[in-house]
């Protein structure tokens, strides 16, 4: 017995050794795949984002603006965002609204922004800003604002937008199909879903467990064990997009 455990004991201990090692290399690999997924889908996002500020710089540039001609710039705009998913509006700098392409422009009085521009916006220099998620007055459903502020001479004076409903954003899962077993999710600058790889509409609003905001608010990337928010237990990778400051959570 002490013959045939001296033989059985080393090559079982070097077996469960080997075991572990391709395990956990296995592990690392697919850790590394999910971070790289993450990132590059939070690249995604902001292309998301820089698709509809790049309308706004042009739109902030509008000779009509010039001319104070609010009619023709808000047929300008109508045109660069057909459609009821996406609304573009014009607002002075004390939050009136003077364009709101939700509504004809023979309306009297044109209907609010969805959400107020940031007090920052503009202040140091004329990049673009986007907002968290939040719920329309007008329409209850769930979207996201992006700014710019409309500059001459070298202050702002005036601001304009585009609101956008958010299940746009569910196609950055829709498009890059992800492993079984893998759970995709966009969250905002406070951690809310904007977007998810499965049940995205039903979570939209929901906010990501407490001890991963917590890590949210502590790095721009890394990986943490958590449960999702319907139950299964996972390591999550997280990616901070740099330009939104929205991340992308895979978990595995």
Do not use: C
């Amino acid at each position: 017995m002490l013959l045939t455990l001296g033989v059985l004991l080393p090559t079982s201990g070097i077996s469960i050794f080997a075991a572990y090692t391709i395990h956990d290399e296995a592990r690392r690999s697919l850790m590394s795949a999910a971070s790289e997924t993450a990132r590059a889908l939070s690249l995604v996002a902001d292309r998301e984002v820089a698709y509809r500020a790049g309308i706004l710089r042009t739109l902030a540039t509008s000779p009509a603006l010039d001319r104070g001609d609010l009619r023709g710039f808000h047929e300008q705009a109508r045109a660069a965002s057909p459609g009821t998913d996406n609304t573009v509006a014009l607002t002075d700098l004390a939050g009136r609204t003077l364009v709101n392409t939700r509504a004809p422009y023979t309306l009297i009085a044109p209907p609010p922004a969805g959400t107020s521009a940031p007090p920052e916006l503009g202040v140091r220099d004329s990049r673009p800003m986007v907002s968290n998620l939040y719920q329309s007055a007008a329409t209850k459903q769930h979207k996201f604002a992006v700014w710019t502020p409309v500059m001459r001479d070298g202050r702002v004076i005036m601001h304009v937008s585009m609101g956008s409903v958010v299940s746009q954003l569910q196609r950055i899962f829709d498009q890059q199909q992800l492993p079984a077993g893998w759970t995709g999710t966009l969250v905002d600058g406070q951690g809310q879903v904007l977007a998810r790889s499965v049940d995205g509409e039903q979570m939209i609003g929901r906010s990501a467990t407490p001890d991963m905001l917590a890590r949210l608010r502590a790095d721009t990337h890394g990986m943490h064990e958590t449960v999702t928010l319907d139950g299964t237990p996972v390591f999550t990778v997280f990616s901070r997009a740099p330009d939104s400051g929205w991340s992308v959570l895979i978990g595995v």
